[in-house]
């Protein structure tokens, strides 16, 4: 069944993007990602133009995090102070975000640099990620191996304006939480991503938070900071396309559900393996695309 | 004054004059672009009017174009920088059709020569920016279009009848630019253009298509801050029925 996208302006299959979302929604269920980073550059292979993509997956992520942080909220897993600071910057950084995406959009260079963000960020957190998880599988074969313990003293704690966390139990300066905010609120803008798969590992490494509150007040923070995104795009380049989010949201939706349950049955080393896999592949792709030459060397712009 | 007139008398006069005239037909003049639009096909179909008999020994042919709206197009150009793929260079190039479509009797290479060609503008060559011609973009904007299918000939999709009936169907593809796609209906014979009629099919999104679009160009705040509530609505939602189902 085909399906007209009023602001896309194109006509696709609605099953193949009910099958996208519905794909997206089964890994972010099973590795509790929001999937951002994937439905992106998917929806560039299925022809829609990418500045539609970016605005458009951002008011995806909006549904998806609500979705995921009403049961944080339930565990009392969200640290509000946290998730507040983070926010402010968070909406510094996507101001300043959707300003350098205007700014290349005007020079018809906006696929270069989400493409390059995208080749750039996957790589280093897939490789890290692949690394540290066969290490863990190591680790756990072996039996041997202490567990890490946390540094209680870095840079980090020496920094002023100090802040008390009480849910974290961190007593910081606020000056990291907000440059996280702002590189992530940048990343947010650019890619159309929620960013959590960068803020998670730096709220754990840099900020040294407790795991059980990192998701749900990553999820927090980027409700909002995506919900500034969707608006931006939306008051400043008309590219949100509601009936594209929508196809989108009702596979992501039921795709989610079914994840958790296959996430319930791998072991977690084998899901962040197979994690770190998919994203080095998604990398892959794209980094080929700017690597090979094109058969075709010229391109219609649009907008 | 008076030059003005002989003017107008020399530009009317062979129509009037002319022996044979087209008398044509869309099926439809308005084509409504919904929800679940997937291109639309239009028949067009006609007669050969004539005062006097039918010729001996010519050719007579029919040539029918479809001209999508036109918009100043921006064609990148990528080379290698840094090792890496860029676009290097943009060309803005003057306003091409969206769509363009020529169906005849023949391949319109056998029906006119070039100069009528040029004049007339049929072939996609012809109609597409040919002052620019020789230009790489404008090559380029010619040869993706024709990839995409956006500029296509059917060489022999008018099919002419006794000399006097004629028909042919031209496939729209599902994604329309919306505006008048101008229909010309050109009568030749021997190479040389009788009589032309043109009309315009009238391309418009309809229902929420339109609605979205409007609202979305108008009135960008309320349209963004609508996504966010049916977004937040959906993962509400969607969080709750699970947690019913589960129980």
């Known amino acids: 069944m085909q399906i007209f996208l009023p602001i896309a302006e194109v006509s696709v299959n609605a099953f193949v993007l009910l099958g ?41 992520i909006v549904a998806s995090s609500v979705s995921g942080v009403l049961a944080h ?117 650019i890619m159309g991503v929620g960013g959590g798969f960068i803020m998670v590992p730096a709220m754990i490494y840099i900020l040294g938070m407790p795991t059980k509150v990192v998701i ?49 049955k791998l072991k977690a080393e084998q899901l962040r393996i197979m994690l770190a896999l998919l994203v080095l592949i998604v990398c892959l792709k794209l980094g080929l695309d700017l690597l090979i030459r094109p058969s075709e060397l010229y391109s219609i ?3 | 004054m008076r030059f003005l007139i002989v003017i107008l008398a020399l530009w009317v006069a062979p129509l009037s004059l002319a022996a044979e005239q087209v008398v044509a037909a869309l099926s439809q003049n308005r084509i ?113 279009r024709t990839d995409n299918g956006l500029y296509r000939r059917a060489n022999a999709g008018v099919v002419l009848t006794e000399n006097t009936l004629f028909n042919t169907s031209i496939a729209l593809p599902a994604n329309l630019v919306e505006g008048d796609y101008i229909t010309r209906i050109l009568l030749v014979r021997d190479g040389a253009v009788l009589d032309d009629y043109s009309t315009a099919i009238n391309v418009q999104k309809v229902g929420i298509e339109r609605w979205l679009y409007n609202l979305a160009h108008n009135n960008a705040l309320l349209y963004g801050l609508l996504s966010l509530v049916l977004a937040a609505l959906a993962g509400w939602g969607a969080s709750e029925a699970f947690r019913i189902l589960r129980r």
């Open chain 1, 216 to 264: 749900g007040t990553s999820l927090f923070q980027i409700i909002f900071v995506t919900s500034f995104n969707t608006m931006l795009h939306a008051y400043t380049n008309h590219t949100v396309d509601m009936m594209l989010a929508m196809i989108l949201l009702v596979g992501g939706v039921v795709g989610a559900q079914i994840g958790t349950q296959i996430g319930l």
């Open chain 2, 32 to 144: 409504s672009i919904t929800a679940n639009f997937d291109g639309s096909e239009i028949l067009v179909f006609g007669a050969i009017k004539r005062t006097e008999a039918v010729p001996e020994n010519s050719a007579l042919d029919v040539i029918v174009t479809v001209t999508g709206p036109r918009k100043l197009e921006t064609i990148l150009r990528k080379a290698r920088r840094f090792g890496i793929w860029v676009n290097v260079e943009t060309e803005r190039l003057g306003h091409a059709p969206s769509f363009y479509s020529v169906a005849a009797t023949r391949p319109v290479e056998d029906i006119v020569a070039s100069k009528t060609d040029s004049l007339w503008k049929i072939t996609a060559d012809a109609q597409i920016l040919s002052a620019r011609r020789g230009l790489a973009a404008r090559e380029a904007l010619l040869r993706i």
């Open chain 1, 73 to 189: 909220f339930k565990r009392k897993t969200v640290d509000l102070r946290m998730g507040s600071v983070l926010l402010i910057g968070g909406l510094i950084g996507s101001a300043i975000g959707m300003q350098i995406f205007n700014m290349l959009k005007a020079l018809g260079q906006v696929d270069l640099l989400v493409t390059l963000c995208y080749v750039v960020f996957l790589g280093i957190i897939g490789a890290l990620m692949l690394v540290e998880s066969l290490r863990a599988l190591r680790r756990a074969k072996g039996r041997v191996g202490k567990a890490r313990e946390r540094t209680k003293h870095t840079w980090v704690h020496n920094l002023p304006f100090k802040m008390k966390f009480r849910a974290s139990g961190l007593y910081i300066s606020v000056i990291p939480p907000i440059v996280v905010g702002i590189l992530v609120g940048m990343l947010g803008a």
């Open chain 1, 301 to 303: 712009g649009v907008i």
């Open chain 1, 20 to 60: 996208l979302g519905g794909l997206v929604g089964i890994l972010s269920g099973m590795f509790g990602v929001g999937g951002g980073f994937l439905i992106t550059p998917l929806l560039f292979f299925v022809g829609i133009p990418p500045a539609v993509a970016v605005a458009t997956s951002a008011n995806q």
